[in-house]
């Protein structure tokens, strides 16, 4: 079972402290969150996970943890200042404002037969439906539009204390964190004596002023990306491209997410990037309670084919035909000498590039159960993968007025604390301690009642199966880290 809604999981995450609409007592700001006690683990356990298995548990990746203010010439170079920007058109009759682009797309899938699973393609129409008077606007249901126009999507501020007009301390937020890793390739080269194939990965913020922000967390202005640039000969870039894709879909698996609410997506031409030869999206059943099958999908992560393109144009030498520098600001050639053929050469990069924020709302989507009781209630259960649960472990006390049994289980969670992310809990009945961590994830609880005084053992409660284990204090330890699943 996984959640019936996005609803469902906005109100489970602000009930429980996952996630907070931001500013609330200001009124809030527009889709931007903040996560609270429970989010800000959960978040930090999929960024070590995605890191352990990008960077710790291979021998060809890198870490990096580049600016997010770069020069405004990066933007420049990268193309984002000519064209990161998202087509906008407006509903004359109410003037809601929606992205001309995922208008067509919504209407193009809703007149393509879908299939369930694998790769897809959908083909938007030539020429545009929002124009022909086919698109109904979503808010008022009229078709009389404006002309699209085009808005670039990244956030302006300025360095230093100059005038607000000062071009020259003109600056953006990087709506990415990939240009970080091509300015450094040289660095990173240099420093770490790498030969091809190898890689760089850099988890942290970006911003983009999206034009329809919503759907709780998956689409916000401020997010974070986990992104790996993978540096390849060319010639060996398709191979390594459809590689990272079975990978990075395994990945999603490994942490919990259940087969068929995955699908790969196969980006037609239209869509791809300027710099893109080929892109596949991993896409997450988003929108299960759509009545179209096909707009149950969105992405979750793009696994992109971006060619020499970036290391090219961040370098000194390309020339134009008339022998003029492409480049005439950079001061390096960020290409490769391969020792092998004795050539100099641009690599190609396959680039999987997730969100922290997408994948936390695709996990606890899919964690959703219900389970009833003995009592026929109703309980909430996040089954969350081990390794992602933010909370690994609870200590409960079955009786707080006792203070040898108080004293046993704090003593228990100190002895736990330092091997895994344990809590001390006795703000309620047993019963209703069991719920609360069912509800937030979290894998086992141990209780501690009169008998432990006697026989210096405790109860583990399974969150799955409800069943309980008698086990030894001085073997908990042991007991916990075995049956966690891999990877926790
Ligand atoms: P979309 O088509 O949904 O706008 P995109 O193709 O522009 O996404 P990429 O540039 O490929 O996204 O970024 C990689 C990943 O970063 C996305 O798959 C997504 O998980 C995450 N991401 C991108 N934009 C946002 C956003 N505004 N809010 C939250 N996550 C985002």
Redesign the pocket.
Known sequence: MSAPNIDTIVSLAKRRGFVYPSSEIYGGLGSAWDYGPLGAELCGNVRAAWWRWMVHERDDIEGLDSSIILNRLVWKYSGHEETFTDPLVDCRECNSRFRADKLEQEWAQRWTPGGADGLQVIVIPAGSALRGGKIKCPNCGKTNWTEPRDFNLMFRTHVGATAEDDEDALVYLR??TAQGIFINFLNILNTSRRKLPFGVAQIGK?F?N?VT?GNF?????E???M?MEYFVRPGEDEQAHQEWIDACRQWFLDIGISAGNLRLYEQPEEELAHYAKR?V?IQYRFFPEREDEERHW?????I?NRTDFDLKTHSKKPEDAEGKRLNPDSTEDLSYFDEQTKQRFYPYVIEP???V???VLALLMDAYAEKTNDKGETRVILKLHHSIAPIKVAVLPLAKNKPEIVGMAKAIKRSLQPIMRAVYDDTGGIGKLYARQDEVGTPFCVTVDHQSLEDEAVTVRDRDTWEQERVKVSELPTYLLQRFSPGS
Request: charged share 40%; proline share 7%; net charge negative.
């Open positions: 709506p990415e970006s983009r999206e922000p967390i998956f689409r916000t202005r997010f974070e990306q992104e892109t999206d969105d992405e979750l992560m793009g992109a590039a997730a969100g924020n997408r994948t």
